[in-house]
């Protein structure tokens, strides 16, 4: 079975912390996201990843940034968090154009 | 250009009934069209997918309609069952070679009474 790992399944960070999520794949995929879900908003793109050091913005990706140093780990760094980004975040991967595999979320809370 | 709309927000449905839920879409680039099902706590995952070149799939008691003139796909689930009851998101992908890039509506959180 495919697997996508994230580090944490609930994390509780205070304001101007620096916080990173982590996502591991072992199914080799190229392609790598992080998504947020938001009630009403359904799942926006923050970062997507093609390939091992590259990395293309999403919907969204103002307040964020992302790390992916080898094929099978792709990061998402908020550097300086703030309460707007409570959330869950999603991690995936895929191959181009067919099936997105996803974790099972972070639910991130600001306080 | 890149955004999918969906409807209804929430949806109530008795068993055995039929559900609907309908997604339009404005960039015509997009050629791949998944519906994912998403169960409380867990990732969302994909339920069934279609490409432009048909117009209806169906897998079980599950079918999507596609309509391309229009824009817009729907989700049929035949004889909704209480496990059906879940938030489904639609989504579409852009032909953007090197990268995949789903696009996804809003959610809609349906829920099956017995």
């Known amino acids: 079975d495919v697997k996508v790992t994230q580090s944490s399944r609930y994390l509780v960070k205070r304001t101007g912390e620096k916080v990173f999520l982590e996502c591991v794949q072992d199914m080799d995929h190229e392609n790598m996201f992080w998504y947020r879900q938001d009630p009403g908003l359904g799942l926006r793109l923050i970062y997507f990843?093609?390939?091992?050091?590259?990395?293309e913005k999403g919907d969204i990706p103002e307040g964020y940034s992302v790390s992916r140093e080898k094929k099978e780990r792709f990061s998402l760094i908020l550097e300086s968090a703030s309460t707007n980004q409570t959330s869950m975040y999603l991690c995936a991967s895929g191959i181009w154009n067919t099936e997105a595999f996803f974790g099972q979320g972070t639910r991130l809370t600001v306080v | 250009q890149q955004q999918v709309k969906q409807s209804p927000q929430s949806l109530i449905v008795q068993k055995g009934g039929i559900s609907i839920i309908n997604c339009a879409y404005e960039n015509t680039a997009f050629d791949y069209f998944p519906w994912y099902q998403q169960f409380p706590g867990k990732g969302p995952a994909l339920l069934i997918a279609i490409r432009p070149d048909v117009s209806e799939k169906k897998e079980g008691r599950f079918t999507i309609s596609f309509n391309k003139s229009a824009k817009q796909f729907s989700l049929h689930i035949m004889d909704s069952q209480p496990g059906d009851s879940a938030t489904y998101f639609c989504a579409a992908s852009p032909e953007i070679q090197g990268a995949q890039k789903l696009v996804f509506g809003q959610g809609t959180r349906l829920t099956i009474n017995p």
């Open positions: 990843s093609y390939d091992v050091k590259m990395k």
